[in-house]
């Protein structure tokens, strides 16, 4: 396989075929690609992302022959690469999360000499992470948050400007870890332990928020603010369970802890507002023998 020299500077888009969005990108970068020559006349990739807001990107691949270009390739939120072999060019588009993460799907693309343009004619796709999986939850079954962390981040990175977003199904994996060793600890009467653990997932994964939380999701997220309030971090438990009730408005035990962590933070009339949801949800259940005295004390001051 050929080697390849890039170039890489800051330029408008191709002016014939103009970017949709164009108007609303922060960035737009340009990576030019030499391929070598075709019938003497000079083949080069121009591979263009254009960078809007949130991390969002488009790219385009357009091939040059000589004087004639040809757009042959668009994508949302990719990273790009272009290479050359004896049976043609090989466009690899790197895993993000319109596609399946954690892979690549690649084309190859074939030369007409008799139109002068390049033409799809076989793809595949490769498992980029299989193993790095088996790394990752190597590091988080052994608490080393660090190291998961950098080898999910290196997991992230794409070639020419890509980036992989996180799934629901890394979170759930970082979110399993950290449960399990904060539930432990604050079940063997450490709940300092079980806070600082929970703070550290905070931290760490705080930004994240899985598009469709299954229950089971939404219960370890629930225990981890129960312990961050626990442990005195009544600000941040307040914001992570205001999201967990938006997600799961019946997750009774939520309220409870959200009134809590409001009281907390002296706003007791916030508090008093999830209480009565508690109350009433409890009540709705038959479950009103397991309400805490507390909350009818914080009811009727």
Known sequence: MLSLFFILMQQPALAD??????????E??????????????????????????ADYSETRIALSLGSNTQVVYEAISAGITV????????????????????SA????WKFDPGSKEFYPSVSWGTDLWSDRYAVLEQHLDRGEWTDAHALFDAMGTSPNGGHSDHTDSMFELFLTA??????????????VAAS???????DHCGNWWPEQPTPQVLERLNDLAFFLDEGGDHERAEAWLTRVVEAAPDRTVAWLNLADAEWALD???????????????????????RIPRRVRERMNP
């Open 196 to 202: 600082d653990i929970a703070s550290k997932f905070r």
């Open 17 to 26: 075929e103009p970017w949709p969005n164009a108007e609303r990108a922060s």
């Open 105 to 108: 799907s690649h084309q190859r």
């Open 267 to 289: 706003r007791p009339e916030k508090a008093r507002g999830h209480y009565e949801t508690y109350l009433g949800q409890m009540t709705r259940d038959n479950r009103q023998r």
């Open 28 to 53: 737009v970068y340009t990576v030019v690609t030499d391929l070598g020559q075709i019938d003497g006349e000079p083949l080069r990739a121009t591979i263009q992302s254009v960078h809007m807001m």
């Open 178 to 191: 950290y449960h399990l060793e904060a539930l432990s600890a604050f079940r063997g009467g450490h709940p």
């Open 83 to 102: 290479s050359r072999d004896p049976d043609g060019l090989i466009l690899t588009h790197w895993g993000n999360r319109y596609s399946n993460e954690g």
